[in-house]
């Protein structure tokens, strides 16, 4: 799906409302596509918080996983490939952070 949105298109989906249809903008309205966009930004930050919990288990796995491997092997390699894991896009969680610093900001400033 590559059409671009407008704000028009955006709030007519969110009305449910066909492109035949025209939108009379009354505070009913606009309370309804308020709620709706609240709604679906509390959502959207959850399933964020959600990814986070799941990339800090999946570093965690990997790291009892090495350490069980140290322990059989008698080697102390995971401290080295801890090192290259956290530098990978797998241990890093910036970009999630920032994404989720901006929507916390955005709803508070909304």
């Not at 949105?5 to 955006?10: A, K, L, N, R």
């Amino acid at each position: 799906n590559n059409t671009k949105e407008t704000p028009m298109s955006t709030i007519k989906g969110v009305l449910h409302t066909s492109n035949q249809d025209e939108i009379i903008f009354n505070r009913n309205n606009l309370r309804d596509v308020e709620e709706k966009l609240k709604f679906a930004f509390v959502e959207f930050y959850q399933k964020l918080r959600l990814l986070k919990s799941y990339s800090f288990l999946n570093v965690l796995a990997f790291s009892k996983i090495l350490k069980k491997y140290d322990k059989i092997t008698s080697r102390n390699a995971s401290k080295s490939y801890m090192k290259m894991v956290d530098k990978s896009y797998l241990g890093s969680s910036d970009e999630l952070m920032k994404l989720i610093q901006r929507v916390e900001a955005t709803f508070i400033k909304h």
